[in-house]
């Protein structure tokens, strides 16, 4: 596990039975990591995923539980939320998957997440893995613009002389 900092906290809402949870993961290249929860009906699981440096996500989603809760989730963001599309039956337990890769600056968080319209607790699992993206050397392109530059301006001279 090459997590630099996981913060979890439970938020309890006071007037319903459900559990809403979040967690702060700071990411760079090479992390690798699973969170696995349990959603409870009303409630949701948020996690927010902040690059250290530019980054390529890749996250996979995944649910279990009976099919008709399962129909009830949805995942994502919080803007945008997909719901599970394929299942696979374990006897009565089935299970959703789902996979996004998302691109992110360094500095820039991005909110991923479990939502419920369930009536039963169903099992969450969030995997992830982080791939760097190399920057482009800048100062190289620079040189060859001033080199660029220099031929023009000789080409001119020589056409006025």
Known sequence: MNIKAITLSALTTLAAVSTSYAATISISGGDYDTQTGTLSPGGSILYTFFAEEDVTLTVAYAVTGLIGDLNNVSYGTAEHENSFTQYTGLGAVFAGFATIEYTLSSG???SLGFFDGITR???????????????VPLPAAGFLMLGGLAALGAVAKRRKH
């Open 108 to 110: 820039e968080t991005l």
């Open 121 to 135: 607790n169903v099992g969450t699992s969030l995997t992830y893995s982080v791939t760097s993206i190399p920057s």
